[in-house]
């Protein structure tokens, strides 16, 4: 499909377990981001990605939590030893990246159910 | 970054105009301004963004006041289906960075 795609739709864990979900943007966008949502709140900044680097990671709740990209292309968001506060819709978005006020395209996100 | 701050929430009767604000008193001269929304179990949607003039698209209009402060989201005939939280953020040219605040919930009367 044309739209960002992120896998898998929905993830269930056991506390302690790692978790890797993974993000699909649209071809050719350089820009990646990465939100976390709690059930009933706002959008919470996690990472961006220009390109492969990283200029902004201050939105990551702790160590447990890391990104990569890729290829300028698929990124992923691991988060080693799960506690139940990770648990969440984490949204995925892309944009071209040009600077210029274009607008990101959200996936239909990940829910991370941790028990 | 540069804050917005909008009302937690608002309602408006189906089919008539609906102005949602925003102030953005620290708005840089780099600074664009962008409107998302997020309708119920779904992922952002963007509506539009400015940059100094009032802009229109087939969503909304925007309308930026002439020192930049504030801006007004205008849906021009609200229906059901528009019934989202609304997003004002501002997004500097150049960097790439993305950051939501609470947004407004609105919600429309049939």
């Known amino acids: 499909g044309a739209g960002v795609s992120q896998s898998p739709s929905n993830k269930v864990t056991e506390k302690g377990k790692d978790v890797e979900l993974r993000c699909d943007p649209i071809?050719?966008?350089?820009?990646l981001y990465w939100y976390r949502q709690r059930l009933g709140q706002g959008l919470e900044f996690l990472i961006y990605f220009q390109g492969n680097s990283a200029p902004d990671k201050s939105g990551l709740p702790s160590d447990r939590f890391s990104a990569e990209r890729t290829g300028e292309s698929v990124s992923t968001l691991t988060i080693q030893r799960t506690q139940q506060e990770d648990s969440a819709v984490y949204l995925c978005?892309?944009?071209?990246?040009?600077?210029?006020?274009?607008?990101?395209?959200f996936g239909q996100g990940t829910r991370l159910t941790v028990v | 970054d540069a804050k917005t701050t909008q009302p937690n929430s608002m309602e408006s009767n189906e089919e008539e105009p609906v102005h949602l604000p925003c102030n953005h008193s620290?708005?840089?001269?780099?600074?664009?301004i962008h409107w998302y929304r997020q309708l119920p179990s779904q992922g952002p949607e963007y509506v539009i963004h400015g940059l100094t003039s009032n802009v229109n698209n087939r969503m909304a209009s925007l309308a930026i006041a002439e020192d930049r402060k504030s801006s007004t989201l205008i849906l021009h005939r609200a229906t059901l289906r528009d019934a989202a939280v609304y997003y004002c953020i501002l997004k500097n040219f150049g960097n790439e960075k993305l950051t939501f605040g609470t947004g407004t919930r609105l919600t429309i009367i049939p």
């Open positions: 620290t708005i840089s001269g780099t600074d664009y």
């Open positions: 978005a892309s944009s071209p990246g040009t600077g210029d006020g274009t607008e990101a395209f």
């Open positions: 071809s050719g966008h350089t820009a």
